[in-house]
Each structure stands twice: as structure tokens, then as C-alpha cells.
């Protein structure tokens, strides 16, 4: 068997993995592993730190079947493994600096989205305009990608971050994702419906028509469009799509925060209501008993109306519960 882990790897890296394994979900009974699935002697294992774990009879063999579906993917992965250690592209990229587009644009668009992981709540879009001179306005705060950031100090910065930013704010509760996921099959689709729609309707709110668009990249352009032509949609045409944009262009980073923040404070809401701590990620043992506490307490008619339900584990809850009724 072969056993290789690569450590600290990218949430856009391991989204792509949660999504093309998900049909090979595997319970785990770590309570450290956020998701497990098995394909055919792959076992693939993926760690509330990040951790990407893979043990397999032929690694080679599991990367040929991810490069039939994800060719970048895959090539990343080939990457890393054949390294044995973590490197944050399998391509260099070459940065605009957030001064060069400043250069160009009066104001920049940042758009990051959150909650795609979480097995509990919707998911969040927030897209927010800067121009140069506002820059400075946030030199004090510790501005980073919100996956670097406690939530507390997220929850912290909330009010000031919205009450400084001009910013838009789109979303689908668990009911509304649901109802999405089902129509379109595609989580990428309801991603990329959402970012349209937050740019567009924050493109209304500023002064000017010159503006450059930046994303944190999930896809490339070429699937961006196909993602809106999928949702009805007309395309954007991003000036900057580039993985971690975060970490480059401060437009990302506040709209992570906020995203981030909006996500925490509806799931708090949605904690209160139930009257139980919903925890937040993908699935362990902390949010399998959770699950299994709501279906006790409140009937899984509640748990299908917060939750993901093309998740794996939910389908495995929906199956059970269906047997006993």
C-alpha cells in the first residue's frame, strides 16, 4: 500500500475532491476527519486541518480515473505526490498586483463565497467594491481570507466591515440550495448564479463604469460561461481569476469575511430557533450526533430543511429513517 498526505491544502482543492467522490462516501469514526470515501483501493481522507490523506494499492491508477473527470485536478495531485509535499499551484501564476489594477480600474469587485463544505445551512455569496482610497480604511483590522481567521474575530469585525464597505450580499438557505441542487445537479452552477447576481446588482451601487473584476477562482473562465449559460445567465468576464485571490487583492479578503460572517450569524439564528448547537463543517462524529439528536427531537422532517441533502451522510440518515417508518 502507499500512504501520502499533503498538508494545508487549498479549500478550492478539496471542494473539488468532496464533489467528484461524493457517490464514494464512507463513514469515519475519527472524529478529526471531516470526509472519507473509498474508491475501489483508494481511500481518501480529508482532515478538519486541511490534511488530504490518501492510502492506496495504486495512486497512479486513482489519479488516472480523477484526470478522466478534472484534469487539473489531477495534475495537481500528480504534482504533490510526486514532490511528497504541499505546493499551493500546480501552475505558476503570474499575480496583477493590486496596484497595476488600480492603475486600470477606478474600483475593483471581489466576490468569494462560503458554506459549500458545511453539512448544516445554506450557502453564502459576497461580492464588495473598493477603490483605491479606501484602502487604508482597514489597515488596522487583520484583514485575511476567513478561513485564517478565527470566527470570533470575524463576528468581531462584522458591523465595522459592512458599515465601511459597500458590498451585496446573495444567498440560498438550505430549503432554497436544495431546490437548486436538484434542478441543476451541479453545486458549481448555484456558486456561479450567485456571484452573477451579487456583482451585478453591487455594479448598480457605485459611481462608475470602470471597474475590474476579481475572483477566487473555483473553475476557469471557459467554465465559468458554461456554468451561466447552464443557470440562464449572462457570463462575467473576470479581469483576475486566480485561486487564493484572498491573499492578493483586499476586494477578496473583505468579501470573505463578510460572506463568512453573514453564514455565522444565520447559523446562530438557526441554532437558536432549533434550541441546538448546529456545528459547523462536513461530517464527523460531533455532527452525526447532532443529526441523529434533531431527527430524535424534532423529526428528520427538520433535519432535511437544514440541510445539504445531496450530502452523502444525509442520504445514508434519509435511507435509515425511511426503513424504520
Known amino acids: 500500500m502507499q500512504h501520502l498526505s ?13 464533489s467528484l467522490h461524493s457517490k464514494y462516501f464512507i463513514d469515519s469514526t475519527n472524529e478529526y476527519v471531516s ?9 481518501i481522507q480529508i482532515y478538519t486541518n486541511n490534511t488530504l490523506y490518501i492510502s492506496s494499492e495504486d495512486i497512479n491508477l486513482w489519479i488516472s480515473w480523477v484526470n478522466k473527470y478534472n484534469p487539473k485536478l489531477a495534475t495537481y495531485l500528480s504534482n ?4 511528497n509535499e504541499y505546493i499551493k499551484q500546480q501552475e505558476e501564476i503570474d499575480i496583477v498586483s493590486e496596484q497595476e489594477l488600480y492603475n486600470q480600474f477606478d474600483v475593483l469587485i471581489g466576490s468569494d463565497e462560503v458554506g459549500i463544505g458545511d453539512f448544516f445551512g445554506g450557502i453564502v455569496v459576497c461580492a464588495v467594491a473598493l477603490n483605491k482610497d479606501e ?6 483590522l487583520n484583514i485575511n481570507d476567513s478561513k485564517k481567521i478565527s470566527d470570533q474575530y470575524i463576528l468581531e469585525c462584522y458591523d465595522t466591515l459592512v458599515q465601511n464597505t459597500t458590498y451585496c450580499i446573495k444567498h440560498y438557505s438550505p430549503v432554497q440550495y436544495n431546490q437548486q441542487i436538484a434542478k441543476y445537479q ?8 450567485l456571484h452573477i447576481n451579487a456583482i451585478n446588482e453591487l455594479k448598480t451601487k457605485i459611481p462608475t463604469s470602470n471597474v475590474g473584476l476579481v475572483l477566487d477562482a473555483y473553475c476557469s473562465q471557459t467554465n465559468f460561461n458554461k456554468y451561466a449559460k447552464a443557470a440562464n445567465l449572462n457570463s462575467l468576464n473576470f479581469d483576475v481569476l486566480v485561486p487564493k485571490a484572498e491573499s492578493y487583492y483586499l476586494c477578496v479578503s473583505i468579501a470573505s469575511m463578510i460572506a463568512r460572517g453573514f453564514f455565522l450569524k444565520a447559523m446562530l439564528s438557526l441554532s437558536t430557533k432549533l434550541g441546538i448547537d448546529l456545528p459547523l463543517g462536513a461530517w464527523n462524529l460531533k455532527i452525526k450526533s447532532v443529526a441523529h439528536q434533531i431527527i430524535d427531537q424534532k423529526g428528520f422532517g427538520i433535519l432535511e430543511k437544514i ?9 445514508e440518515l434519509k435511507k435509515q429513517n425511511d426503513s424504520n417508518s
Open 135 to 140: 484602502l487604508n480604511k482597514f489597515k488596522d
Open 307 to 315: 440541510t445539504k441533502n445531496h450530502f452523502k451522510p444525509f442520504l
Open 80 to 83: 504533490n505526490f510526486l514532490k
Open 35 to 43: 470526509y472519507s470515501f473509498k474508491y475501489k483501493t483508494t481511500l
Open 186 to 193: 451541479n453545486m458549481h452552477i448555484l456558486k456561479t448564479s
Open 6 to 18: 499533503i498538508k494545508k491544502v487549498d479549500s478550492k482543492i478539496l471542494e473539488q475532491i468532496i
